[in-house]
C-alpha cells in the first residue's frame, strides 16, 4: 500500500471512528433521557395507584354509611 492509500485509509478510519463517537454520545444521552422518563412513569404510577386506593376507601366508606342508613329506616 502506497502512502497516499495509506493516509486516505488512516482517514476513512479516523471519520468512521469520529462517527461511532458521536453515534455513542447520542445513544448515551438517549439512553440517560428513556431512564429518566420511566422513572417518571414509575413515580406517576404510584401517584394513581395511591388515588385510586383512597377514591376506593372513600366509595366503601359511603356504601358504608348508606347501608347503615337503609337499615335503620327498616326498624
Do not use: C, F, V
Not at 23 to 30: G, N, T
Not at 31 to 58: F, P, T
Amino acid at each position: 500500500m502506497s502512502n497516499p492509500e495509506l493516509t486516505t485509509s488512516l482517514h476513512e478510519i479516523s471519520k468512521k471512528l469520529d462517527e461511532l463517537a458521536g453515534a455513542y454520545r447520542r445513544l448515551k444521552a438517549e439512553n440517560q433521557q428513556l431512564k429518566m422518563d420511566a422513572e417518571s412513569w414509575q413515580h406517576e404510577r404510584q401517584r394513581l395507584l395511591q388515588q385510586n386506593e383512597m377514591a376506593r376507601n372513600k366509595l366503601a366508606e359511603m356504601i358504608g354509611r348508606l347501608r347503615h342508613m337503609e337499615s335503620e329506616t327498616d326498624e
